[in-house]
């Protein structure tokens, strides 16, 4: 931390690794017009922090070029690919079956296999009596993250942590594109609002009108991981 003055046009600056990060301002003098009013207001807020300036550098006919501001902090990191907390949320979730079952609520339609897989994702086409083995169940649930992760990274428009983008791709594997797109929980997102929007997790507990433990468990997950909680305790 250091000070750098210009001789002929007083420049005074705050250094933080090479960069400016406050300087002294001046404005033409009110009764003089050749003199110049530097505002040194700004300099006992320098002194009273915890790492004060404790030298000044002075550079004098040196050729010395003017120190750059402080570049902006680089926006929050941007996912595309669902990390490895997400795969486990869905993986725990959705189970794996390595024999076409009929869906629990209905006893036929959609048939499912894999972790959560139905037809409507793509290939393979479900059918009874169909069987895979696991490395085919973790291939098929590969194709199908791709789906969700671009879905998910076409619907969202503000930057996302790596926990945030899994917390709603694992989302919405479970509910799907259409009720990602529509949902106060996007909406939220993309408008800054990260606390509210992960409040809204909880509202997508419904199966038929009721209200499953396990989607219960599923979105406290889910919640936990966007805010980058403890979310295994939800398993």
Known sequence: MGTWIKETDIAIYLMQGGYWISRITKYPSNTNPK??????????TWFLRDDYPRAMTVS?????????P???????PSSSVINAAGVEIIKAFEGLGLSAYPDPGTGGEPWTIGYGHTSAA??????????????????ILKRDLAQYEKAVANAVTRPLTGNQ??????????????????????????AG?????????????????DVMPGLVRRRRAEQALYRSENWRQFL
Request: charged fraction near 15%; aromatic fraction near 6%; glycine fraction near 12%.
């Open 60 to 68: 004098i006919g040196t050729g010395t070029p003017e120190p750059q």
């Open 122 to 139: 793509g290939p393979p086409q479900v059918h009874p009596g169909l069987t895979i083995t696991r490395s085919e169940a973790e291939a």
């Open 165 to 190: 983008f899994s917390a709603l791709v694992s989302f919405t594997f479970n509910v799907g594109a259409a009720n990602l797109q529509s949902s106060t929980l996007l909406k939220k997102h993309n």
């Open 70 to 76: 402080m570049p902006p902090p680089p926006p929050p």
């Open 193 to 209: 609002d990260a606390a509210g929007a992960a409040e809204e997790f909880g509202r997508w507990v419904y199966a038929g009108g």
């Open 35 to 44: 003199e110049q009013v530097v505002n040194i207001g700004s300099i006992k």
